[in-house]
């Protein structure tokens, strides 16, 4: 069974500055076993970036992070593979 892990206090130095110099208002850092998923919202969109440095991310744990945190907002998302890194931003309904 998979589970995302809130790490995001772990982050919080990284989280705050960011917050500070960008348009994004919604941070969060979790993992999914050796993965880490880092899940900004900005006013209008979702940015999710799934990373291992591992190996590949499989298509069992991107489909886990898009039911997890997109729900039904998924059917929009656009995901871009990029070795063991996956982007996907979405639109907020």
Do not use: C, W
Not at 7 to 20: D, F
């Amino acid at each position: 069974m998979m589970n995302l892990i809130d790490v995001t206090n772990s982050y919080a130095r990284e989280i705050s500055k960011e917050l500070r110099v960008s348009p994004v208002h919604f941070i969060k850092v979790y993992t999914l076993g050796n993965s880490v998923v880092v899940h900004k919202k900005k006013q209008d969109a979702h940015e999710i970036v799934i990373s291992n440095k591992l190996r590949e991310i499989t298509d069992k744990e991107l489909n886990f992070v898009l039911d997890t945190i997109l729900g039904t907002d998924q059917n929009q998302a656009v995901i871009s593979k990029a070795g063991k890194v996956i982007e996907i931003e979405s639109a907020i309904k």
